[in-house]
């Protein structure tokens, strides 16, 4: 049982027509957008710029120059959000999710039971490595057999530091109430 999660936001985003500061401004054109805008998220973390950037590099890595398939990476991201209760996480991902080979039906069955989607042994393994960080920070040895069969020592790493960065991310979201960007779904109807 999750605790109820903030329904309007804690910190509101910086006023993006106001920044007067040029690495933020710096910063905020390389981040994602929607409609021409930096995401919510972006706009609460720039209260901390210098974190942004940061955390910007660290993100934008797993996004685009990692060694994980990118559908993979999202099962796992959409896994962790679902298990973190993470609206705004799990709406993001939905999209990036769609453009990377996810189908409607596959983001809805990672709100559910894995054992009720035909997912594959391969898929199967990614969202039970998801499920096992979320409910006890430690992938079992019969899940970390079965990633092993099929990811090598680098991408095991990068498997865990999707997942726990995505965890961190969740964790941000949710305590902070950053609210989803206009036009991004929430979670799936049941």
Sequence with gaps: MTAPRPTSPRIQPINLDEVKDPELAETLAGALTLDGRPLNIFGVLGHHPKLLKRFNLMGGFILNKGLLPERERELVILRIGWNANAVYEFGQHTVIGLRCGLTDAEIAALT???????????????????????????????????????????????????????????????????QLDSGVPGFPAA
Aim: charged share 20%; hydrophobic share 55%; glycine share 6%.
């Design 112 to 178: 559910k039971a894995p054992d009720v989607h035909g997912w594959s042994a391969d898929d199967r393994a990614l969202i039970a490595m998801a499920d096992e960080l979320a409910a006890d920070d430690c992938v079992t040895d019969a899940t970390w057999a079965t990633l092993a069969v099929r990811w090598n020592d680098a991408e095991l790493i990068e498997l865990l530091v999707v997942a726990g960065f995505y965890r961190l991310v969740s964790g941000f979201l949710n305590s902070a109430g950053v």
